[in-house]
């Protein structure tokens, strides 16, 4: 019993990576109409530079924060404006979708040639420590995992629900024209809701720093996960999002410890299929209110 | 004498090689009611969204207050005062009534008067403060038709259009969103109409253009239309025959 309980812990923690991730997704989607493939490469592309940082000049990851969301801010808006705006304006969604295929590979070439092909990870002082709570053992850096997860969620939540972008942003993911006819700069609303999606990927790119060996091809792998974690959870709902993530987690941990490590991928896909089969809404979405007219 | 609010000269606008408008003009003067009607697929809504800045003409000129806004996008035009209340309302429906309203006093001089405005609105559709914390996609027809012309009355405008306000409506709906657009306009609001209902369109408007097939065929006031043969015998009872 206390196993089950282990590892459905374990996969709550580690799942909100996902969960971060496919927040981050959910919140480009509903402006930009696609799915972000190189989202899992941005997350990877800030694990490196946190790792970087943390081996050069000795920052802890967590400090990184500070300096990583901002970055991933401003360079969410500067890809945006250089890469998506135009093609945002298109009703064919794929040249979107081409954009950030092609600005994945590039980005995890880049990341080859920069930092080579040998998988990295941190040596943090403190990554040992452990809390134990009844022979459950929980290490502090997946902990804050979680930590990042909900703080994420709820940022996104209060910035969607409490600022005048926030809704403006959700008015843009229903109706693009309508928003801009009320006088909103609808390009704006939607360089604003990708660079969030960009900060979340800086904030699970530490949290993929502390606990996760990673290299330059494991962003598109990321990206699938937050895309299953995502299907789960439900569109246009940003609990449902961070729910799914760590849904998926606890399926993987279950999985692994239940019938052997190489069936987690079998059992992600595969329960993928099967909610886009019955519960193509997700299991925390909404049904759309009414019919749109 | 004065300039019209707006004026509109010799439009052309296309989508892509698809010609949707030809050389229109019309004039709507400060303070009235004129009104736009004509069959499906006539250019209605074509002419509404090129003076709102989503599309560009070919060629021709907006004129708003004496001055040409071609230059200007649709939030520069909204700042103006030239808001439109857009065919089949397009309510962000699952945000609640008030933040939609909020939505429509975006811009910093329309958020000035938000107070203000709120309760203008609120006065003039009493239901959409009994409604105010529900989602606007659960309210019914009549009442989302109400709030698509609050949110655009939140934005403080000098110059509304309309498109289509009694589409989907029962008569005695229709017969009350009319009039809460004649109380507008009493207030001050210019409003340009786009109407499927000839008939109740032509009966409160001052001024009237007949389109057809991108040109405007036809003008006069709301009177000379309704007593006029072809128009009466094209849309006004006899429903399917065409001008």
């Known amino acids: 019993m206390s196993s089950l309980i282990q590892v459905v812990i374990n996969g709550i923690l580690l799942g909100s990576m996902y969960g971060i991730a496919a927040v981050g997704l959910s919140l480009i989607f509903g402006t930009m109409r696609i799915i972000f493939i190189a989202q899992g490469t941005m997350i990877v592309l800030f694990a490196y530079l946190v790792y970087w940082s943390f081996e050069k000049a000795g920052i802890d990851p967590y400090l990184s924060l500070l300096w990583v969301v901002p970055l991933a801010l401003i360079l969410g808006l500067g890809l945006f404006y250089t890469l998506f705006r135009k093609a945002a304006a298109l009703e064919d969604r794929n040249v979107s979708l081409l954009l950030a295929v092609g600005l994945m590979y590039l980005i995890d070439n880049l990341i080859l040639k920069l930092w080579s092909a040998t998988p990295r990870g941190l040596n943090i002082t403190y990554s040992d420590a452990m809390i134990v709570v009844s022979g459950i053992r929980v290490s502090w850096l997946r902990l804050a995992l979680l930590g990042l997860g909900l703080g994420s969620a709820l940022a996104v939540y209060l910035f969607l629900k409490r600022t005048r972008v926030g809704t403006a942003v959700r008015a843009a993911s229903e109706d693009m024209e309508a928003t801009t006819i009320q006088g909103i700069n609808s390009v704006w609303v939607c360089a604003v809701s990708f660079a969030i999606g960009i900060a979340l990927a800086g904030v699970a790119g530490v949290g993929m720093a502390t606990v996760y060996s990673f290299d330059y091809q494991f962003g598109f792998i990321f990206a699938i996960k937050a895309l299953v974690a995502l299907a789960l959870g439900g569109i246009g709902n940003v609990f449902g999002a961070l729910a799914g993530g760590l849904l998926l987690g606890v399926i993987e941990n279950l999985a692994a410890y239940y019938v052997g490590i190489e069936w987690i991928e079998v059992a992600s896909y595969g329960i993928f299929m099967l909610v886009l089969i019955f519960l193509p809404q997700g299991l925390f979405g909404r049904r759309a209110l009414v019919k749109k007219v | ?243």
């Open chain 2, 1 to 243: 004498m004065a300039n019209p609010l707006l004026e509109v000269k010799d439009l052309n606008v296309a989508y892509g090689d698809v010609r949707a408008l030809w050389d229109i003009s019309l004039e709507v003067e400060e303070g009235s009611i004129v009104a736009l009607v004509g069959a499906n697929g006539a250019g209605k809504t074509t002419l509404l969204k090129t003076v709102a800045g989503l599309l560009r003409p070919l060629k021709g000129h907006v004129v708003f207050e004496g001055e040409d806004l071609a230059r200007l996008n649709t939030k520069q035009r909204v700042d103006k005062g030239i808001v439109m209340v857009p065919e089949g309302r397009r309510l962000f429906q699952t945000l609640t009534v008030l933040e939609n309203l909020r939505l429509g006093a975006y811009l910093p001089k329309a958020r000035a008067g938000y107070d203000e405005s709120l309760e203008r609105v609120f006065a003039l559709f009493p239901v959409l403060k009994e409604r105010m914390h529900g989602k606007a996609g659960l309210m019914s027809g009549g009442e989302q038709q109400m709030l698509a012309i609050g949110r655009a009355v939140m934005a403080q405008p000098r110059l509304v259009m309309i498109d289509e306000a009694s589409l989907g409506l029962s008569p005695i709906l229709t017969r009350h969103i009319f009039e809460l657009i004649v109380a507008l306009n009493g207030q001050g609001a210019t409003v340009l109409l786009v109407e499927q209902n000839i008939h109740m369109a032509l009966k409160i408007c001052s001024k009237a253009y007949v389109m057809k097939t991108g040109h405007i065929v036809l003008s006069g006031t709301g009177e000379e239309l309704l007593a006029d043969v072809d128009v009466r015998k094209a849309y006004v009872g006899e429903r399917g025959s065409r001008l």
